[in-house]
């Protein structure tokens, strides 16, 4: 089959290749890959700061797929020959609490992704692709769906009439949106851009906040909500921006800190997060059952992944460069042609 392989880090270091397809073990599902979509940790992989020590030679990176499953190994009884199944970023967290080395097996490293022609998945991390989605539309769900999904509704216990604040316009922080409207919630949205500001409004936003025209944005927030801040938002910047997101939200309110866009580490202040009463939440997507959970409300509510571009295999290089220039919701691979 063909594959990219990470061979060093940098996207000069991915290159196309030939690779022996893989046979499906003990309750394995061999998949034939529809499509990819691409997260910031894909980037963060390939260039090398993403736990670079733990980084296989020659790795297949992206961890989130969409495809059919061709052929099964001795045991397998969830999915058949011909159904449609997603991939999920840990193969073994399927519910409850994570364990602490849930880490080692996710896919798209350690274990290799979906950037090739066929994948392995286990069929307990498998989970069955929504009715009416395409592969491409489909991809998109595994991470960004899934962590804006476990961070309102498992986390942050999201309540009809409740408001959310995200950050941003990439995958997690529209589909954030799309489900807190759906839920009867009000969102407020940030972005330097204006024009993504409208376009996320029409995804279910209420409010938009352009921080570069208003740098101290956490005062938009309580002045948009009577001084009393968001119930639950969705950090995806990380680094400093942090002191902002616990003053934008409610005394005893939650934050889903999910990303890292502007720096690993930060200089927190306490004194806020300790008379505000703040819970800061990290969030690494979610176990299986909570995703089992999530696509039922999707179809529900008519909810249709946000795709910025879709590129074709052989573009693969050309999708991670549109992904480092920034992305209105999600960048996609389609595989199979």
């Not at 058949?80 to 840990?90: D, F, P, Q, T, W």
């Not at 274990?111 to 069955?128: C, F, N, T, W």
Request: charged share 20%.
């Amino acid at each position: 089959m063909k594959a990219w392989l990470l061979k060093g880090f940098g996207l000069e270091n991915l290159q196309l290749a030939e690779v022996e397809t893989p046979k499906p073990g003990t309750g394995e599902l061999l998949v034939k890959v529809g499509a990819v979509s691409l997260n910031y940790r894909d980037k963060a992989i390939v260039e090398g700061f993403y736990e670079p020590h733990l980084v296989p030679k020659d790795l297949i990176p992206v961890s989130d797929a969409a495809g059919t499953v061709v052929a099964v190994g001795e045991g397998v009884t969830r999915f058949r020959i011909g159904e449609r199944v997603n991939s999920h970023l840990y193969s073994r967290w399927l519910d409850g609490e994570p364990k602490m080395d849930e880490p080692a097996w996710c896919m798209g490293m350690p274990l290799p992704g979906g950037l090739a022609e066929y994948m392995i998945i286990h069929q307990d991390s498998a989970v069955k692709v929504p009715e009416g989605m395409t592969d491409e539309e489909a991809s998109t769900l595994p991470i960004a769906a899934l962590t804006a999904w476990y961070s309102l509704m498992d986390v942050g216990d999201l309540q009809p009439g409740q408001t959310v604040l995200v950050q941003g316009t990439g995958g997690v922080s529209v589909f954030a949106a799309q489900i807190a409207h759906a839920y009867g919630a009000r969102v407020i949205a940030t972005s330097s851009n204006d024009s993504n500001l409208e376009r996320i409004k029409a995804q279910g936003a209420d409010e938009g906040i352009n921080y570069k025209t208003y740098p101290d944005w956490e005062k938009q927030v309580l002045e948009l909500t009577g001084g009393k801040g968001a119930d639950v938002t969705i950090d995806v910047a990380g680094g400093n921006g942090i002191n902002q997101s616990v003053a934008a939200t409610k005394v005893a309110g939650t934050i889903a800190q999910v990303g890292f866009l502007s720096g690993q580490s930060s200089q927190l202040d306490l004194m806020p997060v300790i008379f505000r009463q703040t819970t800061i939440r990290g969030i690494a997507v979610a176990p299986r059952t909570s995703f089992d959970r999530m696509n039922p409300f999707l179809s529900q509510h008519g909810i249709k992944p946000v795709i910025d571009a879709i590129y074709s295999f052989s573009d693969a290089i050309e999708a991670f460069k549109h992904l480092s220039r920034g992305a209105f919701g999600k960048i996609v691979i389609k595989i199979d042609a």
